[in-house]
C-alpha cells in the first residue's frame, strides 16, 4: 500500500478511448490498496488548437486572457477520467488547480508555484476517493486569476503535488518507455536507462531531451521525490529518476543529447575595452533572450570577436537588438549563422573519470566534425557543431562511448 | 450613457471571425460611453460535441463532472473576446461563473442562481473595463463546485445580472430578428412583434417557441428588466420584452406556437374510485416525469379513461411506469400514441376580448382538423392535434386571425 500521484500527458488522454485505458491503469493501482491522485494534461492538440485561436483572435494575445482559454484544456479530461472511474463504481472526482489548492505567483504563462493547501485533496482521499488533478494550471491570489505553468507544466504539477502531499513516489505516464542513452529516432540501438540521477536528468531535460519539464526535474531533486518515467502506451519497466547513487558512478556517459533548435550570432571587431561586452549583453538581456554559450577570440589590433547561441525561435529578437548595440560600440558587423546545432555527452561518471572530454573531441574529429564552441559543466560536454553534422555525430558518440551496451548497476 | 447588459449565443460566437464581430458591436455601445457586461455562450456545437464525449466516457454520466466539461466552453470564447477588444485598445476582463460573483443551489446540471457578488464586476466597470462574463455556469459554495444552469442558462446568466448590477436594459443577440407571431419557416408571413409583455413571452417560451429560455424570462417580469431580443447578424429593431402595457390588449392574438415533442399516453377502463388517479399520478412523479395536458373520460359501468401528454424523450420512461401502475389499479390497457403535437394561440388581448378560443376552434374544425384535448390559461388556448396537422393548423391559425398585420401600438 502505498500513496501514489501519476500524471499522464497529453497522447495518452487524447481520446475518450484512451482514457478508458488511463482508468484500468488507475483502477488496478487503486485495487491493490494504494492511495491515489491522478494529474492529467490536456487532450494532445488541444492546448495547440487554443493558441491557435488566440492567434486569429489577436497579433499579440493578453496574456492573462490566454491563461483562462489555455486552463479549459484539462477541464476537459479530468471530468471525462472521473465519469469513467465512477461508472466503474470507483468513487473519483476531479480537481482544477485552485480547488486543487495550487496557488502560484501571478507571472501569466509561466507562473511558479508558490504553495500548495493540500487540505482539499485530503479530504477526498480521506473519503476514498481517487483525486483526478488539472495538471499545467493554478490559481494567483494576487492576480484573483487562473494560471499556467508553461508548456509541459503538468509534469511540475505532478511533481508538486507528490512532494506536498508527502506521497511516496511519483510516476510520469508518457509516449515513450522512459529516458533513452540517446534519440531511438537516430540511435537505433539506444538503451532505455534503468535509474538516472536527478541531475543528469536536469542536463538532459535543458539540453533538449523533451521527456520531462526541467522545472518538475528541480522540483524533484530539491525534495528528493523518486520519479518514474514510463510509458502509458506498452507495460515497460520505464526510467526512475532518484538523487544519485554511487553505482551510478561505474557509466562514463550516461546520455547523448542534442538540440537542433539553436542559432549562431558573431559580432565581428567588436573593440576590446571595458564595457563593450556589458553593452551586448544587456541588448540582450532587455529583451529577455536565453543567451546559452559564448565564445570571445581575442584579435590584432585591438579587436575581439564575440559570438554566442541563442534559440532559434529568439535569433531574429536578438539580431535586431545586438545590431543596436554594435553600432553603438562601433563594432564591425553582426553576423547570424542558422545551420548550427549542439550536440552533448551528459554523466554523472564524469566526475571520477578523466579524459571524457578529450575522448568525446577525438571521436567528433576522427568524422571529420568540426567544432565551432564548447562548453562544459561538472557532469556534461557541449559542443556546438553544424546542424546538419548533428545525426552523424549523436552516432558516433552513442556508438564511441559504447552506449548501447547495459552496464552493470550494483 | 446607460448600463447595459448583453449576451451573444452560441451561433453568435461560433468562430473567432464572429467573436470579432460581437467586438464591433460591443466596441461601437462602448464608444458611445455606456458601461458594458457582456455574456458569452460557448461556441454553437462545443456544447453537444462535449456531451458526447460524455456519452462516450459513461452511459450515465455523473452530474458533478458533467458540469466540470460543460463548463469549459465558455472559457473559450470569454478570453477570445476580452483578447479582441483589448488588442484594439479597449480594456476588457474576461470573468468565469464563479469570478462574477454568480453562487447557484448544489443542483448540477440544472442549478438556480442563489445570490450574485457583483463587487468583482463593479470593481472593473470602475477600472472602465468591458466585462466579459462566462454564461450558463456558476459556482456552489455547498458543492464547492462549478455548476450550469441548463439548456439556455446563459440568458439566464444575462438578465440576472442586469438586475444584480441594475443595469438599465438587458440585450440578447441570437441568430433570429426578434419575436415573431409564429414560426417563419412555416408561415413565411410570420411578423417580428415590436413588443411583447412578460407573460406572453413566458407562454411562448414555454410552449415551445425557443428564443429565450423560461426561467430568464421569469426573472426579468419579478424585477421589470427590459430585455431586447435581436440578431447579431442584422441590424433590426427587435422585439422588447417588457411588462404589460395598455396597447399591447389591443392585439388580440399575439403569436402561434407550436410544439411536436409530443406523446399522449392514455390509460383505457380505469376503475372509477378513489385513489385509483393518485397511483397514476403518483408513478409519473416518482420518475420524475413531467406531465403537460390531462383529460378524463368518465364512460360506462364505473369505468374511466385518463388521457394524459408528455414530452416525446419522456415517453418510454412514462409508458413503463404507468403500466406498473395500470396493472395495480386492474386498469384495461396503456396506449401510447406518438402522432400528436400541440398548437397554441397566445396574447394578452385574450383577457379583455371573448370568444378568441371558440374562435380557434371554429377555424381549426373548417380546417378538418380534429381537436384530441384541450387547455387553456387567461392568456393562451392550447389544442393537441394529430402531429402531421399542426404546420397546416399553424398557417390556418396565423391567416384566420390574421396576425401578419401589423397591429396598430399606441
Known amino acids: 500500500m502505498a500513496f501514489i500521484v501519476q500524471k499522464y500527458g497529453g497522447t495518452s488522454v487524447a481520446d475518450v478511448e484512451r482514457l478508458k485505458k488511463v482508468a484500468d491503469k488507475v483502477a488496478s493501482r487503486k485495487a491493490e490498496g494504494n492511495r ?27 496574456e492573462r486572457e490566454m491563461d483562462m482559454l489555455l486552463s479549459s484544456g484539462e477541464r476537459i479530461t479530468i471530468p471525462l477520467l472521473a465519469m469513467i472511474l465512477k461508472s466503474r463504481g470507483i468513487d473519483a472526482i476531479s480537481l482544477t488547480g485552485r480547488q486543487s ?23 477526498w482521499l480521506e473519503r476514498d476517493h481517487v483525486v483526478v488533478v488539472a495538471g499545467f494550471q493554478g490559481y ?17 504539477t505532478a511533481v508538486a503535488l507528490a512532494v506536498a502531499l508527502k506521497a511516496d513516489q511519483c510516476e ?3 509516449d515513450v518507455d522512459g529516458v533513452f542513452t540517446t534519440d531511438p529516432r537516430i540511435v537505433p540501438e539506444a538503451r532505455r536507462i534503468d535509474r538516472i540521477s536527478y541531475e543528469e536528468m536536469l542536463e538532459m531535460a ?12 528541480e522540483f524533484a531533486a530539491k525534495y528528493n521525490m523518486p520519479i518514474l518515467v514510463k510509458s502509458s502506451f506498452t507495460n515497460g519497466p520505464g526510467t526512475w529518476v532518484t538523487a544519485e547513487e554511487p553505482s551510478m558512478e561505474e557509466v562514463l556517459v550516461s546520455g ?47 579587436l575581439t570577436s564575440i559570438s554566442l547561441t541563442v534559440p532559434s525561435d529568439e535569433s531574429k529578437k536578438a539580431l535586431s537588438g545586438l545590431k543596436g548595440a554594435a553600432s553603438e560600440i562601433k563594432a564591425r558587423e553582426v553576423l547570424l549563422e542558422e545551420n548550427v546545432g549542439k550536440v552533448s555527452i551528459v554523466g ?11 575522448r568525446m573531441f577525438r571521436l567528433l574529429a576522427d568524422g571529420g566534425i568540426n567544432i565551432q564552441m564548447i562548453s562544459t559543466s561538472e557532469i556534461k560536454v557541449s559542443c556546438v557543431i553544424r546542424k546538419d553534422e548533428i545525426d552523424k555525430a549523436v552516432k558516433l558518440l552513442h556508438d564511441g562511448f559504447e552506449m548501447e551496451k547495459e552496464k552493470t548497476v550494483k
Open 101 to 123: 489548492g495550487i496557488f502560484t505567483d501571478g507571472a501569466h504563462t509561466k507562473a511558479r508555484i508558490r504553495n500548495i493547501d493540500t487540505k482539499n485533496i485530503f479530504k
Open 348 to 358: 554523472v561518471g564524469m566526475r571520477s573519470h578523466t579524459g571524457v572530454a578529450a
Open 36 to 62: 491515489m491522485v491522478v494529474v492529467l494534461s490536456a487532450m494532445a492538440g488541444e492546448t495547440n488548437s487554443l493558441v491557435e485561436l488566440a492567434k486569429q483572435a489577436s497579433d499579440n494575445p493578453d
Open 206 to 217: 535543458s539540453l533538449g531531451a523533451k521527456v520531462l519539464q526541467t522545472r518538475s526535474v
Open 256 to 302: 547523448v543529447v542534442y538540440n537542433k533548435d539553436q542559432a549562431k550570432i558573431t559580432i565581428a571587431d567588436v573593440p576590446d575595452k571595458p564595457g563593450c561586452a556589458a553593452k551586448i549583453f544587456d541588448s540582450l538581456a532587455h529583451h529577455n533572450i536565453n543567451v546559452d554559450m559564448i565564445i570571445q577570440n581575442v584579435g590584432e589590433k585591438g
Open 140 to 156: 494567483s491570489e494576487e492576480v484573483d486569476s487562473v494560471t499556467t505553468l508553461g508548456r509541459g507544466g503538468s509534469d511540475t
Open 172 to 174: 510520469i505516464y508518457t
